[in-house]
């Protein structure tokens, strides 16, 4: 048998220049997002409204950060810095928040908030889920200039030891490797390595992610199921009442993967 394919990749290429933001928001994806907020979409104002009512989030971080970047609202910056300074834990969001709210941040935040990250990814060295490696993955990126030699090691250590030796070769024979609820933490690390390093993933498996938007698609139950806010399509799953939140964040990994290649046919008729 021969050997999967791998990213080819040198140590040379785990160094990241870009500047903040540099995680999910590209200049392209801030400009259609402030779009958004400037024709006041159902999206926006729904954000909005949660916002200034000072709406309890799931993702509090995230959430005010990603409201600051998009409409400049100074409040909603600085509470994001305030809850990533505190007692916050997900180094997910701590590393959005440092991202997005650079121009908030003052010298001595900053490194606090940089050394929070740093003390994130060293905590985890053996991460095993494909969320908590996003989460290093993040972390990684928004410290590229702080801990430049760290960033890199971690990039490198995920994208040769994690992706090059144990995913590629468990898909190449057949192995179910990821699982639907990987996919939103996958997309991001696929954006977030494309956008900065200008590496994609994908390139050793074409054939498992053409077919992988038509798994997902056959995958759902036929029938939307009806809830006070919304109408959800239900991934199959276990018998049970359906879960809408796993059911609302496979549907945020799809829209993710099409913000990846939205010129897929396949990703398109999933949208569709």
């Not at 139950?221 to 809830?227: D, E, L, Q, R, T």
């Not at 799953?237 to 964040?249: C, F, H, I, N, T």
Request: proline letters at 7%.
């Amino acid at each position: 048998l021969g050997l999967a394919p791998t990213v080819a990749a040198s140590a040379q290429e785990f160094k990241i220049y870009a500047q903040h933001p540099r995680l999910l928001l590209s200049s392209q994806r801030l400009r259609l997002l402030q779009r958004e907020r400037e024709r006041n979409s159902m999206r926006w104002e729904q954000l909005e409204l949660l916002i200034t009512g000072k709406a309890r989030m799931p993702e509090p971080g995230f959430a005010l950060a990603l409201y600051y970047r998009v409409s400049g609202d100074t409040e909603a910056g600085l509470g994001a810095v305030q809850w990533a300074l505190g007692p916050a834990g997900d180094l997910r969001q701590l590393a959005l928040v440092f991202d997005w709210c650079q121009p908030l941040l003052d010298e001595q935040q900053s490194r606090a908030l940089a050394l929070k990250l740093q003390q994130g990814i060293q905590q985890a060295p053996r991460a095993k889920t494909v969320a908590e490696i996003r989460s290093r993955v993040l972390a990684a990126v928004a410290l590229a200039d702080h801990v430049p030699k760290i960033s890199e090691l971690t990039l490198q250590s995920v994208v040769q030891q994690w992706w090059n030796s144990q995913i590629i070769p468990a898909l190449k024979s057949g192995k179910n490797a990821l699982s639907r609820d990987d996919l939103y933490p996958l997309v991001e690390i696929l954006h977030a390595l494309r956008d900065n390093l200008e590496m994609d993933l994908r390139e050793p498996l074409p054939a498992f992610f053409k077919q992988l938007p038509l798994d997902l698609l056959i995958s759902y139950y036929p029938a939307a199921y009806p809830a006070g806010e919304n109408e959800y399509r239900i991934p199959a799953g276990k018998l049970g009442e359906p879960d809408l939140r796993r059911a609302a964040l496979c549907r945020a990994a799809e829209l993710a993967m099409l913000a990846y290649d939205p010129n897929a046919l396949e990703t398109q008729y999933l949208q569709g």
